[in-house]
């Protein structure tokens, strides 16, 4: 069965995919022959990739290929593995990042991870954490920070008669746009999403992607995802990882209907798992 048809990517998509290709856009994150070392063991080799800025790249491959690793690198979350080892460049607009205060990478880099992470705190005092921890605000300015964070998250709404209320009480989707709001509250320049939905239901789901698409204009964002019709919905550029290389990265549209790799179009395609 051909890629396009087993996605059913729309006219639409594809003309957005074409108009992609021709609009210029910055380097937010270049990353050059990088290599990470679990002590004795080469987890990522030789992986270069440019990710642009106010854009959404996915990361594809089958479990344990790297991607993960990867997407850890970008904000430093691998220096706190024992024995960790990288190698290589990463730069975030044009700096260099292992080189960079680790404090100043998480606040310009947040993460929203596979599982909601909520502190055992107030829907408030969660997403308020960060900015106080910064000392960005004042507390009278810090009220609006948190609704429009709630707000971006598509969350608002739904919290706004219970902001002083325990995050723990909230759903699983709901906590995981909570967490997404208390990542934007900081005014994340990039936000990396490890598996964001793999533990969420269609709708949560749908939610999460619809807060992610409207980021895309003040947020450059890179996501790890094993759903592959989640990766050709939402990003714009997609890189295909195998065995701790990265095989492929062009735009989403060419990685699904038109690969250059056989990995790639076997992976796509279901005939590697």
Same mark, same amino acid.
Not at 255 to 265: R, S, V
């Given at each position: 069965m051909a890629t396009g048809a087993l996605f059913a990517r729309s006219i639409l998509v594809r003309a957005a995919d074409a108009a992609l290709s021709r609009t210029p856009t910055q380097t937010k994150l270049g990353i050059e022959g990088l290599n990470f070392h679990y002590g004795a063991f080469e987890a990522l080799h030789g992986i270069t990739l440019e990710i642009p800025k106010h854009r959404i790249t996915a990361l594809i491959g089958p479990s344990g290929c790297g991607k993960s690793t990867f997407l850890r690198t970008l904000n430093r979350m691998s220096d706190l593995t024992?024995?960790?080892?990288?190698?290589?460049?990463?730069? /975030?607009?044009?700096?260099? /990042? /292992?080189?960079?205060?680790?404090?100043?990478?998480r606040r310009r880099v947040g993460m929203v991870f596979q599982r909601p992470n909520p502190f055992p705190k107030s829907i408030f005092d969660n997403v308020a954490f960060g900015v106080r921890v910064n000392r960005m605000e004042s507390e009278s300015a810090l009220r609006d920070t948190v609704e429009q964070s709630l707000r971006k998250a598509a969350l608002w709404d739904e919290v706004k008669d219970c902001l002083h209320k325990s995050a723990m009480s909230l759903s699983g989707g709901q906590q995981q746009r909570l967490c997404i709001a208390r990542a934007l509250a900081v005014k994340p320049e990039v936000l990396l999403f490890d598996e964001p939905c793999s533990a969420l239901d269609p709708i949560s789901t749908a939610k999460i992607e619809e807060v992610m698409m409207q980021m895309r204009e003040e947020c450059t964002m890179v996501i790890v995802t094993h759903n592959l019709q989640q990766a050709a919905r939402i990003s714009d550029r997609t890189g295909f990882f195998l065995m701790g290389r990265l095989v492929e990265h062009n735009t989403t549209g060419a990685?699904?209907?038109?690969?250059?790799?056989?990995?790639?179009?076997n992976y796509i395609t279901g005939r590697m798992g």
């Open positions: 024992p024995k960790a080892r990288v190698e290589g460049k990463i730069a /975030l607009d044009g700096q260099d /990042l /292992l080189r960079m205060d680790p404090m100043e990478i990685i699904f209907e038109n690969p250059c790799q056989e990995e790639t179009q």
